[in-house]
């Protein structure tokens, strides 16, 4: 029954009871008004009359009732369940279906809904079977991948790891997929330094991006490995469909074992030459002041200008070897500081007395720039290497200014830090290369002045081992400054 019969049947019902009351009321009216008063009749049907008049009344009302009560809730109830059905399509139960078919109304709206959810079904279970063939794929993919990797959400819950992660992390599937990686990290040491080193990252946006990253060593598969740890961020499109939003994490192991037994390989090479090569050095510098003394005998001059020559080499190769020493023992870990008290002047002197004779060769002059005695702070390092730091910057400055030029050698205290610093008016260096000049045997290009590119990136070992820092300032044309920076 559709609902415009249910109001008429409801209507009809009212009335035809209100007509019933009506015609009763009129008839029992009637017959008393015909019977007379003081009859012995009179009583009994006014009794009868307002009997009848109550039961007839009473059923209109409890007529009128039911309707009250059961029609609403028979017109409302197709609606609340269309209302139902959209809701449950909402929530992704796409098997609802509508069963209205008693209602004529609602008929059409039935097969229409039953419909459009079958075909959200379809949908549905083909995007789904589309989207696990893809996870699976994915997951193969992840999996075939040589190299440990985990994902994780924002939460860091972990999304996705493959078999290689898990072996070095001795872990079963199961106890880490959708688990939170901090929870893991209460039982599993590795686990507990990469969630560290994520969250070390997270908190400095990695401020010292540049700086050299300690290989992460791992036990597993009864072998000692080396791995090196890159973070990466999981982003993905907000709903604006223009800014980017951030949605989880990566955390990938590069195994760097190889890598790391060839350069410590190539340390113990480069540290055992070295040391080799000191000794003939000196023998043949030791033989050259001997060839050089006038006790001995006097040289003509082509014979002391090869012997000049020779000493410079020799000298340079020296200093070369000194320099791959330094940097083998900074990057076999080996390097020992033996740190005191010092004045900033002792080194700047020091570095100076160690540049006199180039000083004096290319017409330099060396001007110091240094604050009164007790405006300045006394330094807690090791002083030889800072003298070698200093004595290197010293040393570039002088030859790359140009002959009668000037450097300038300095300290000066900043609030809580101390800079000692190095300016020349030289050619200066291309910002392009402010970076790659602190790497290991980088030089910049065009470059004529004869150099192993060692001396900067071992400057910048040193420094970062005291805690310390050194920078750059220079333009094209205009001359460098390079900065050491350290806390007083």
């Known amino acids: 029954m559709n609902i415009k019969a249910k109001l008429t049947l409801a209507i009809g019902i009212l009335v035809a009871m209100i007509v019933l009351l009506v015609v009763l009321s009129i008839v029992n009216l009637q017959i008393l008004t015909a019977t007379e008063p003081d009859s012995p009749a009179a009583g009994p049907g006014l009794q009868r009359a307002l009997l009848w008049v109550s039961i007839v009344g009473a059923g209109c009302i409890l007529t009128g009732i039911g309707i009250w009560l059961r029609l609403p809730s028979s017109v409302n109830k197709p609606i609340i369940e269309l209302a139902n059905a959209i809701q449950e399509i909402a929530n992704h139960n796409y098997e609802k279906r509508l069963d209205l078919t008693n209602n004529s109304e609602f008929a059409e709206v039935t097969k229409n809904f039953n419909r459009m959810a079958k075909r959200l079904s379809d949908y549905h279970a083909s995007t789904l079977s589309e989207m696990m063939a893809a996870k699976k794929y994915m997951e193969t993919i992840i999996n075939s991948l040589s190299e440990p990797i985990i994902g994780m959400n924002q939460n860091m819950e972990t999304l996705f790891i493959n078999n290689e992660a898990l072996n070095v992390l001795n872990l079963n599937r199961e106890e880490v997929i959708l688990k939170s990686a901090q929870e893991v990290a209460l039982r599993n040491d590795l686990m507990r330094r990469l969630v560290r080193g994520l969250k070390e990252r997270t908190t400095k946006q990695e401020n010292a991006t540049d700086a050299k990253k300690e290989a992460l060593k791992i036990y597993a598969d009864n072998k000692e490995s080396f791995f090196q740890v890159k973070y990466m961020d999981i982003t993905r499109p907000a709903k604006d469909g223009v800014t980017i939003e951030h949605a989880g994490y990566v955390i990938m192991l590069k195994n760097i074992t190889e890598f790391q037994e060839l350069d410590t390989a190539k340390n113990t090479f480069i540290s055992t030459i070295s040391h080799e090569l000191k000794t003939p050095i000196s023998a043949i510098l030791m033989s050259l002041n001997l060839l050089n003394d006038k006790r001995v005998g006097d040289l003509n001059p082509e014979q002391a200008e090869l012997s000049e020559s020779i000493k410079e080499n020799s000298e340079r190769l020296?200093?070369?070897?000194?320099?791959?020493?330094?940097?083998?023992?900074?990057?076999?870990?080996?390097?020992?500081?033996?740190?005191?008290?010092?004045?900033?002047?002792?080194?700047?002197?020091?570095?100076?007395?160690?540049?006199?004779?180039?000083?004096?060769?290319?017409?330099?002059?060396?001007?110091?720039?240094?604050?009164?005695?007790?405006?300045?702070?006394?330094?807690?390092?090791?002083?030889?290497?800072?003298?070698?730091?200093?004595?290197?910057?010293?040393?570039?400055?002088?030859?790359?200014?140009?002959?009668?030029?000037?450097?300038?050698?300095?300290?000066?205290?900043?609030?809580?830090?101390?800079?000692?610093?190095?300016?020349?008016?030289?050619?200066?260096?291309?910002?392009?290369?402010?970076?790659?000049?602190?790497?290991?045997?980088?030089?910049?290009?065009?470059?004529?002045?004869?150099?192993?590119?060692l001396g900067l990136s071992i400057s910048r070992d040193f420094m970062e081992a005291h805690g310390g820092t050194i920078q750059v300032e220079s333009e094209l044309g205009k001359g460098s400054t390079f900065r050491l920076t350290f806390k007083a």
């Open 318 to 453: 020296l200093s070369i070897t000194g320099e791959l020493l330094n940097m083998t023992q900074v990057e076999s870990g080996k390097l020992q500081l033996k740190p005191k008290i010092t004045k900033p002047i002792e080194l700047i002197e020091y570095a100076i007395k160690a540049n006199r004779v180039q000083a004096e060769k290319f017409v330099i002059q060396i001007e110091v720039e240094y604050p009164e005695e007790g405006k300045i702070g006394k330094l807690f390092v090791d002083s030889e290497k800072i003298a070698w730091v200093l004595t290197n910057l010293l040393s570039n400055a002088i030859r790359y200014s140009s002959e009668h030029g000037r450097v300038i050698i300095g300290a000066r205290q900043v609030d809580d830090h101390i800079e000692l610093y190095v300016t020349d008016f030289g050619r200066g260096i291309d910002p392009h290369y402010h970076k790659s000049i602190f790497d290991h045997y980088f030089r910049v290009p065009g470059t004529k002045i004869q150099g192993s590119g």
